[in-house]
C-alpha cells in the first residue's frame, strides 16, 4: 500500500501583508522540474492580487522606514537564522526544481544566508557611507542623508530563484524600502518557501511581498502602478525593458535595468542595490539652533 499511495504536491499560496492567501481569481499553475516532474501548484496571481500586495507594502513601508536602522539589521540577520534552519528543505527545492547538483544547491543555500547576513551588517552603516557632512559658506549645518525611495517592485531572477532573489531583495528592505516580489515563473518553489521563512521570522508584515504567476502579465501593472516608486527589472524577459521603463516613466519610477547576460549572483555583492534605491535628502539647519 505504500508504494501505491499517490504523493500530496503542495499548493502554494500567496503573501501578501503577512498572511497567504489564494488568487481572488482561484487560479494556479503546475510547478514542474527540469525533467517535466510535476513538483507543486503555485498560486496565479491577478492584477488584483498584484494591487493588493502593493497596498500591503505601502501599508507597512512607513513604520519599517521609521525602524532605526540597527533593527532592520537585526530583523535581517533573524531571517538569516531561520533560512539556516532550513537548509535542507531547500537544498532540496533547488535541486529538484533547478536540476542543480547536491553541492551546487547547498552553495546557493549557503551564499543566501551569507548574503542576508551581509546586509544585515550594512544597515546601519549605510548611511554614513551614502551621507555626509557638506562645507557651505555660512553658518549653517549641511548635511547629505539617504531615505528609502519607498514601495519597490521586483521582477526576480528567473534562473537564480534563491541566491538572484535575496541578492536583490535584501538591498531593498535594508535601506528600509518594502518590496513586492514577483517570484520566477518556472522556478517559484524557493519565494514561496522563503516567504514562509519571513513570516515566522521578525520581518513585518507587508515589508515583502511574494507572488507567483505569469511575468509577462504581471510586470506591465507593477510598471504602471502608481504607487509604486522604483523597478527592479532583474528578472524581465529579454527585449521588455523598454516597454516596461516606458510604462514605468508616466510616473517617474527608478528603474533598474538587469545586464544581460544576466549578473553572477554568486559574486561579491556590494551596495550599489541600496543606493539605488534611496533617495538623497539635503538637510540645512542654522548653527547654534
Not at 551614502?130 to 526576480?156: C, H, K, M
Amino acid at each position: 500500500m505504500a508504494e501505491s499511495r499517490l504523493a500530496v504536491r503542495k499548493t502554494y499560496k500567496l503573501y501578501i501583508g503577512g498572511a497567504f492567501p489564494r488568487s481572488e481569481s482561484g487560479r494556479s499553475y503546475l510547478v514542474a522540474g527540469p525533467e517535466g516532474h510535476p513538483l507543486a501548484n503555485a498560486a496565479l496571481a491577478s492584477r488584483k492580487d498584484l494591487r493588493e500586495a502593493v497596498v500591503a507594502a505601502r501599508k507597512a513601508q512607513r513604520g519599517w522606514a521609521a525602524a532605526t536602522a540597527y533593527l532592520r539589521g537585526q530583523v535581517l540577520y533573524r531571517v538569516a537564522e531561520m533560512l539556516e534552519g532550513r537548509h535542507a528543505q531547500f537544498v532540496d527545492a533547488l535541486v529538484a526544481g533547478e536540476g542543480l547538483t547536491g553541492a551546487e544547491a547547498s552553495s546557493a543555500v549557503d551564499g543566501s544566508v551569507d548574503r542576508l547576513v551581509w546586509y544585515a551588517g550594512w544597515s546601519d552603516k549605510f548611511a554614513q557611507v551614502a551621507g555626509s557632512s557638506n562645507p557651505v559658506a555660512g553658518p549653517y549645518f549641511n548635511f547629505s542623508i539617504p531615505e528609502p525611495t519607498g514601495v519597490v517592485g521586483v521582477l526576480a531572477p528567473q534562473a537564480s530563484s534563491l541566491l538572484g532573489l535575496v541578492s536583490v531583495v535584501a538591498p531593498v528592505i535594508a535601506t528600509g524600502n518594502a518590496a513586492v516580489v514577483v517570484a520566477s515563473e518556472a522556478h517559484p518553489v524557493p519565494a514561496l518557501e522563503l516567504a514562509e521563512v519571513l513570516a515566522t521570522s521578525d520581518l513585518p508584515g507587508g515589508v515583502v511581498n511574494v507572488v507567483s504567476g505569469r511575468t509577462a502579465e504581471l510586470a506591465p501593472v507593477l510598471a504602471a502602478h502608481r504607487d509604486v516608486d522604483a523597478l527592479d527589472l532583474a528578472g524581465a524577459a529579454e527585449g521588455t525593458e523598454a516597454e516596461l521603463e516606458a510604462a514605468a516613466a508616466d510616473n517617474v519610477k527608478r528603474v533598474l535595468r538587469s545586464r544581460r547576460p544576466g549578473p553572477d549572483w554568486s559574486a561579491e555583492p556590494s551596495p550599489a542595490r541600496m543606493l539605488f534605491f534611496t533617495e538623497i535628502k539635503t538637510v540645512w539647519h542654522p548653527v547654534g539652533v
